[in-house]
């Protein structure tokens, strides 16, 4: 993986989640209920997360099933233990490992939901919880279904640590942002 493999794969991804975003803003025109500043902060980061988890979508053509690498890994915190045995070898640039770079970007892109989420006021704790876990386990069986049967087989990997991630990250940015808001210092986009 190269940085401009990964700049154009977050770049069509960014593109992609602004495409639906137009969607969902031309959507609620037509329903005569415009989106407020509130409600883009909290559907940008999580349009753009569903994307990147969903993201890039294989030709239905040339897919041969079962694909390679998309077994469900249903071992938690088996990250973690990648990220014990990078260390033991000293090897240093653990954010280019395939299983430790997409942990990382779960839990900072769902910090920025979780942020988002802190400041709509009317939101607590729970429904933040509920957010969190029912969001990222929807995204998870959409991978494991292959898009609900849109596809005939699963091309993207099921995997509990990112159930267990992005829930952290949601609760780790909400806190963030609750505690900003606490000193002051609250989010402003």
């Known amino acids: 993986m190269t940085a401009g493999w990964l700049v154009l794969y977050l770049g069509g991804a960014l593109l992609r989640a602004l495409l639906l975003m137009a969607a969902a803003a031309g959507i609620a025109a037509l329903a005569r209920r415009p989106l407020r500043a509130g409600d883009l902060r909290v559907l940008a980061p999580v349009l753009f997360f569903v994307v990147l988890t969903l993201y890039p979508f294989p030709d239905r053509a040339t897919l041969v099933c079962p694909v390679p690498l998309t077994e469900p890994l249903l071992t938690p915190l088996h990250t973690l233990s990648r990220l014990r045995q990078l260390a033991g070898e000293g090897i240093g640039l653990w954010l280019t ?22 400041a709509q006021r009317r939101l607590g704790w729970r429904g933040v919880a509920v957010f969190a876990a029912g969001g990222t386990l929807v995204i998870e069986l959409t991978q494991l279904t292959g898009i609900w049967g849109l596809y005939p087989c699963a091309y993207r990997q099921f995997d509990v640590d990112d159930l267990i991630f992005n829930f952290a990250g949601t609760l780790g940015g909400f806190a963030l942002g609750r505690g900003l808001q606490r000193r002051g210092r609250g989010v402003r986009w």
């Not at 490992?97 to 802190?118: E, Q, S």
């Open 97 to 118: 490992d395939l299983t430790l770079l997409p942990a990382a970007m779960n839990l900072l892109i769902c910090a920025t939901i979780g942020l988002a989420l802190a």
